[in-house]
């Protein structure tokens, strides 16, 4: 299965071009792995570089079987950005799906397995952040909900919502770019990789939940974590008394 994949839910861009076979998606070919910064970017440069990719390998967009994209959560733009050409390149017949970005964190090279707690900056002093259990062979099980946390009370959040997941897998490893927010780690919790979401594991997962379900079942769509920022500070408009 030839598939491109990438996440644009962070300052971060990645884009992969791979080859994975549905019977070892552990194992993927890796035709192509790029990344870029500046999220302002993401819309000039995500189709330049994808549509470089694959001229780079004699491809075109027909030739692939797969398009997987990060919905999330993350930068509200970034999302906007990458889920929107996921659905443009699905109008061509290619099968498009969206991946969660946490999941995609937990599969991190050198993220090892157990309890991990990918984050994410939420801006505005906040961070996205949810549990899930990584096995050998089996992709990141999600436990419990996005949680979205001040820095300062980030352990003191996680040790109370370990509590009402009942997980107890011993240390949490917590990993992601939103891991240079957060203050000094405590007891119980391990300090992880701090890079993106790799677009090779966003193929990898992508590739699992369309032989799981299919687009129908994982659509490009996005996961914001929250509302839009516009109604932190936006007030609506009183309504006007009818004329007397």
């Known amino acids: 299965m030839l598939a491109l994949a990438w996440d644009t839910s962070t300052p971060s861009l990645s884009l992969a071009l791979a080859r994975i076979d549905p019977s070892k998606p552990f ?19 995500l189709p330049s570089l994808a549509a470089s990719v694959l001229g780079d390998h004699g491809l075109a967009p027909s030739d692939l079987r797969l398009v997987a994209a990060g ?34 964190l937990a599969m991190a090279p050198g993220a090892g397995e157990g309890l991990l707690a990918p984050v994410i900056d939420a801006r505005h002093g906040e961070l996205f952040a949810q549990f899930h259990r ?22 003191a959040a996680l040790r109370a919502a370990l509590g ?51 687009p129908a079942a994982h659509p490009p769509h996005p996961l914001y974590g929250r509302g839009p920022e516009i109604f932190k500070s936006w007030t609506p408009p009183s309504r006007l008394a009818p004329a007397g």
């Open 134 to 155: 990584v096995r050998p062979g089996a992709m990141p099980e999600p436990l419990g909900p996005i949680l979205v946390l001040r820095p300062a009370a980030f352990f």
């Open 27 to 45: 194992e993927p070919g890796i035709l192509a792995l790029e990344a870029g910064s500046a999220p302002s970017t993401h819309s000039s440069k």
């Open 164 to 214: 009402e997941i009942g997980a107890a897998d011993g240390p949490v490893t917590v990993l992601g770019p939103g891991v240079a927010l957060l203050p000094p780690f405590e007891e119980d919790f391990l300090r992880g990789p701090e890079a993106g979401p790799s677009a090779i594991s966003v193929a990898v997962i992508g590739a699992m939940l369309l032989n799981a379900g299919g």
């Open 71 to 104: 919905r999330g959560p993350g930068s509200f733009t970034g999302l906007r950005v990458g889920l929107s050409f996921a659905k443009g390149l699905a109008f061509g017949g290619v099968p498009a799906l969206g991946v969660p970005s946490l999941a995609a």
